[in-house]
């Protein structure tokens, strides 16, 4: 089939290329855009607690403010707040309240705290249904300009946190990292095929084509929402990039080398395409199949923005398999060996290469290869056991020195922490009528008695009376690992058993949404990971015709995420002073270490298979197949892990994190989990490792063929 697609490719370039132009020019033209989604609810079921709070917030309480940020006011001197300089901060607030800020409902000066260090003013702000609204930072950033001039010889500083806050001081730290990430990205893709291939038009080739993909997979992904009530949004956008630049960039080496090789062996330009296709395009087709798969499991998560997540990603990855077997082709077919220009190293093989030496050291010595290389992965997964997950990706990721970190640690001088970041719990009436008198007061006492909260204010009873609103201040860091433990461990069971008969209790807010996502994070784990590995191993097993060969790959999978895992958690926990990793970054390792490091092993193994039906036996096949795969497999690692190692010059820790984790699993999956883990241990198994099938055994025709060469030589 291959075969065929590839001579059909090569014979007709000018209307394959003019086909994708077409079609790319119908699909940007035609498709609807991505929107943002403006369904706060989508990313939690209904079903979780802090989703059930927030609609009975709606409905009882319709004009209650969201807390959007919180100013913190202190005197200049370091000294007690007096009476004046309350008076100041009821006359600074009502100023910045009359100038009508957009986003910005009211401004309310609160209570002197306790010692008399500081005093807040909340700013009461609408909730946030849209995930790309910046009105709200926007909001604080006029805040502070007019913060500043109100102080002025009032003997006051302030400054604002909160999660708005927040918000806006991580989009600030991330705009530069934006542009050196999406810079960097291209001139390390562009840099690294310079020097492997020596050639202008190739290092630029994946830049081009991944142009015209990109606008496509955004045009189809924004069509399939509207055909299937799909729910990407534009927060994809970005990812999608990295996908496409990851995949595309792969798919184009794995076939560029095999065509240089094809070169090397005598074939002429257009039947080295041929060539190419024909034995690459099995692999590269199911290794898109697996990212397919994986990417699409994620429809079973419960967060509704990896449930959308996962069909788009898979829509991307397949456009950019079409276009590797089809536009790609077609172009370097046109080029023939000006693709090379003006290198001619493609004429001939170097010879003592390492992947030659390291091919033929694996096929001496398999065991000693398979157990080190196993041994390594194992060893790191064992930290993997430390792994913490943080919600604090704002907190924990900005810079000490940016105001929300500052006023924070300011305003826990004379409040509780979780001053900026309410948690709000509702007791409701079960019943028709409203809640018995007393009951409200007692409920509050038994929430004030809780460890870990510090301070619960009076009910406030809806229009009917059916409902009592109580807001608890932590006292912890909203979305701190203790703040969580408070909710999820005491406040919530507490809150639940302190109910009288007849009501029942609700406790929401953003500590318990970070709560129910923490939970619905674990179930995904259990059930999405499971069903991919499952639907990669039917991949395999159809591709290599073995029941034996899909376990171990997917065993050295396993072993490289849990390496990947063990190394990040060690380095930034452990080694590091992060009080844990984002709660999101094993699914996104998920996405790319697991779905990506398979693209190589299927790369791997499908050349062992090839030089076993050349009639090499276990330990040379799998020597060969390094030798020859070796420097598409290493190039391809080199430069994904060079482009997610980007992220790390960000100078945030979350975007760090995200940066090693990637990078660190590429380099894992393909120079020891492909390279040495996958050969070695083929080596040892054997001929068993295709059972119950003969993948490595040459068809009757091929084999038919070889022998009379050989008859026809020796005449």
């Given at each position: 089939?291959?075969s065929a697609?590839g001579?059909?490719?090569?014979?007709?370039?000018?209307w394959?290329?003019l086909a994708?132009?077409?079609?790319?020019?119908?699909?940007?033209?035609?498709?609807?855009?991505?929107?943002?989604s403006?369904?706060?609810?989508?990313?939690?079921?209904?079903?979780y607690?802090?989703?059930?709070?927030?609609?009975?917030?709606?409905?009882?309480?319709?004009?209650?403010?969201?807390?959007g940020?919180?100013?913190?006011?202190?005197?200049?001197?370091?000294?007690?707040?007096?009476?004046?300089d309350?008076?100041?901060?009821?006359?600074?607030?009502?100023?910045?309240?009359?100038?009508?800020?957009?986003?910005?409902?009211?401004?309310?000066?609160?209570?002197?705290s306790?010692?008399?260090r500081?005093?807040?003013?909340?700013?009461a702000m609408?909730?946030?249904?849209n995930?790309?609204?910046?009105?709200?930072q926007?909001?604080?950033?006029?805040?502070?300009?007019d913060?500043?001039?109100?102080?002025?010889?009032?003997?006051?500083?302030?400054?604002?946190?909160?999660?708005?806050?927040?918000?806006?001081?991580?989009?600030?730290?991330?705009?530069?990292?934006?542009?050196?990430?999406?810079?960097?990205?291209?001139?390390?893709?562009?840099?690294?095929?310079?020097?492997?291939f020596r050639?202008?038009i190739?290092?630029?080739?994946?830049?081009?084509?991944?142009?015209l993909?990109?606008?496509?997979?955004?045009?189809?992904i924004?069509?399939?929402?509207?055909a299937?009530d799909?729910?990407?949004?534009?927060?994809i956008?970005?990812?999608?990039t990295?996908?496409?630049?990851?995949?595309?960039?792969?798919?184009?080496?794995?076939?560029l080398?095999?065509?240089?090789?094809?070169?090397?062996?005598?074939?002429?330009?257009?039947g080295?395409?041929?060539?190419?296709?024909?034995?690459?395009?099995?692999?590269?087709?199911?290794?898109?199949?697996?990212?397919?798969?994986a990417?699409?499991?994620?429809?079973?998560?419960?967060l509704?923005?990896l449930?959308s997540?996962?069909?788009a990603?898979?829509?991307?990855v397949?456009?950019?398999?079409?276009?590797?077997l089809?536009?790609?082709?077609?172009?370097?077919s046109?080029?023939?060996?000006?693709v090379?220009?003006p290198?001619?190293?493609?004429?001939?093989?170097p010879?003592?290469?390492?992947?030659a030496?390291l091919?033929?050291?694996?096929?001496r010595?398999?065991?000693?290869?398979?157990?080190?290389?196993?041994?390594?992965?194992?060893?790191?997964a064992?930290?993997?056991?430390?792994?913490?997950?943080?919600?604090?990706?704002?907190?924990?990721?900005?810079?000490?020195?940016?105001?929300?970190?500052?006023?924070?640690?300011?305003?826990?001088?004379?409040?509780?922490?979780?001053?900026?970041?309410?948690?709000?719990?509702y007791l409701?009436?079960?019943?028709?009528?409203?809640?018995?008198?007393?009951?409200?007061?007692?409920?509050?006492?038994?929430?004030?008695?809780?460890q870990?909260?510090?301070?619960?204010?009076?009910?406030?009873?809806?229009?009917?009376?059916?409902?009592?609103?109580?807001?608890?201040?932590l006292?912890?860091?909203?979305?701190?690992?203790?703040?969580?433990?408070?909710?999820?461990?005491?406040?919530?069971?507490?809150?639940?058993?302190?109910?009288?008969?007849?009501t029942?209790?609700?406790?929401?807010?953003?500590?318990a949404?970070?709560?129910?996502?923490?939970?619905?994070?674990?179930?995904?784990?259990?059930v999405?990971?499971?069903?991919?590995?499952?639907?990669?191993?039917?991949?395999?097993?159809?591709?290599?015709?073995?029941?034996?060969a899909?376990?171990?790959?997917?065993?050295?999978?396993?072993l490289?995420?849990?390496?990947?895992?063990?190394?990040?958690?060690l380095?930034?926990?452990?080694?590091g002073?992060?009080?844990?990793?984002m709660?999101?970054?094993?699914?996104?390792?998920y996405l790319?270490v697991?779905?990506?490091?398979?693209?190589?092993?299927?790369?791997?193994v499908?050349?062992?298979?090839?030089?076993?039906?050349?009639?090499?036996?276990?330990?040379?096949?799998?020597?060969?197949a390094?030798?020859?795969?070796?420097?598409?497999i290493g190039?391809?690692?080199?430069?994904?892990?060079?482009?997610?190692?980007?992220?790390?010059?960000?100078?945030?820790?979350?975007?760090?994190?995200?940066?090693?984790?990637?990078?660190?699993?590429?380099?894992?999956?393909?120079?020891?989990?492909?390279?040495?883990?996958?050969?070695?241990l083929?080596?040892?198994?054997?001929?068993?490792?295709?059972?119950?099938?003969?993948?490595?055994?040459?068809?009757?025709?091929?084999?038919?063929?070889?022998?009379?060469?050989?008859?026809e030589?020796?005449?």
């Amino acid at each position: 089939m291959f075969s065929a697609l590839g001579r059909f490719v090569v014979r007709r370039p000018w209307w394959i290329i003019l086909a994708w132009v077409v079609a790319a020019g119908a699909v940007i033209s035609l498709a609807p855009k991505l929107t943002s989604s403006s369904d706060e609810a989508s990313f939690l079921p209904e079903h979780y607690e802090s989703i059930r709070a927030s609609d009975v917030q709606e409905r009882d309480f319709p004009q209650q403010r969201n807390v959007g940020a919180v100013i913190v006011f202190q005197r200049s001197d370091g000294g007690r707040l007096t009476a004046a300089d309350s008076a100041d901060v009821v006359r600074v607030s009502k100023e910045l309240a009359a100038r009508k800020i957009e986003d910005v409902q009211a401004v309310t000066p609160g209570e002197v705290s306790p010692n008399k260090r500081v005093q807040t003013s909340v700013v009461a702000m609408p909730k946030v249904t849209n995930p790309e609204d910046t009105g709200q930072q926007d909001a604080v950033e006029q805040l502070r300009k007019d913060l500043k001039a109100q102080l002025k010889g009032s003997g006051l500083d302030a400054g604002i946190t909160g999660g708005a806050a927040q918000a806006l001081d991580e989009r600030d730290a991330s705009e530069r990292a934006g542009v050196l990430v999406g810079v960097g990205t291209i001139v390390i893709i562009v840099v690294l095929l310079l020097v492997i291939f020596r050639s202008p038009i190739i290092a630029l080739l994946p830049v081009v084509l991944i142009g015209l993909i990109s606008p496509m997979a955004t045009g189809l992904i924004a069509s399939a929402n509207k055909a299937f009530d799909m729910k990407a949004d534009s927060s994809i956008q970005e990812l999608l990039t990295v996908v496409l630049f990851g995949v595309g960039t792969d798919y184009i080496l794995f076939l560029l080398f095999r065509y240089r090789e094809a070169l090397r062996a005598g074939e002429d330009p257009k039947g080295a395409m041929v060539h190419a296709v024909e034995r690459v395009g099995e692999a590269i087709a199911s290794a898109a199949g697996a990212v397919i798969v994986a990417f699409a499991a994620l429809t079973l998560s419960t967060l509704g923005m990896l449930r959308s997540m996962g069909p788009a990603l898979a829509i991307a990855v397949f456009l950019t398999l079409l276009a590797g077997l089809t536009l790609v082709p077609a172009v370097v077919s046109l080029l023939g060996t000006r693709v090379f220009w003006p290198s001619t190293s493609y004429r001939s093989e170097p010879h003592g290469t390492g992947f030659a030496r390291l091919g033929a050291s694996i096929a001496r010595k398999p065991a000693v290869w398979a157990v080190v290389s196993g041994l390594f992965m194992g060893a790191l997964a064992l930290g993997a056991l430390g792994y913490k997950a943080n919600f604090d990706l704002a907190g924990s990721s900005l810079p000490e020195d940016k105001e929300s970190i500052v006023w924070q640690d300011n305003l826990e001088k004379g409040f509780p922490a979780g001053s900026t970041d309410p948690t709000s719990v509702y007791l409701t009436s079960t019943g028709d009528g409203p809640l018995p008198e007393g009951q409200p007061a007692a409920f509050r006492a038994a929430l004030k008695a809780v460890q870990g909260v510090g301070s619960v204010t009076a009910p406030r009873l809806s229009e009917d009376g059916t409902t009592a609103a109580y807001s608890v201040v932590l006292a912890d860091p909203p979305a701190s690992d203790k703040a969580l433990a408070t909710v999820k461990d005491r406040l919530r069971p507490g809150a639940h058993d302190a109910a009288p008969p007849g009501t029942k209790a609700l406790v929401g807010g953003v500590t318990a949404v970070y709560v129910d996502i923490n939970k619905a994070v674990d179930r995904d784990y259990s059930v999405v990971f499971p069903v991919a590995a499952l639907a990669i191993m039917v991949i395999l097993g159809l591709l290599l015709r073995s029941l034996v060969a899909p376990w171990y790959l997917m065993l050295s999978v396993a072993l490289g995420f849990g390496a990947t895992l063990g190394a990040t958690s060690l380095l930034f926990q452990q080694l590091g002073d992060q009080p844990g990793l984002m709660f999101m970054l094993p699914v996104i390792m998920y996405l790319f270490v697991v779905a990506l490091g398979t693209d190589y092993n299927i790369l791997m193994v499908s050349r062992l298979r090839e030089e076993s039906r050349e009639g090499r036996d276990p330990h040379d096949a799998a020597g060969t197949a390094v030798r020859h795969s070796g420097p598409t497999i290493g190039s391809a690692g080199v430069i994904l892990a060079g482009t997610f190692a980007t992220l790390m010059l960000a100078g945030n820790s979350t975007l760090s994190q995200m940066g090693f984790s990637l990078s660190f699993g590429i380099v894992i999956a393909a120079f020891v989990m492909a390279l040495l883990f996958t050969p070695a241990l083929t080596a040892l198994i054997g001929h068993a490792a295709w059972w119950p099938g003969h993948g490595d055994e040459a068809p009757a025709s091929a084999a038919g063929r070889r022998g009379r060469g050989r008859t026809e030589s020796r005449r």
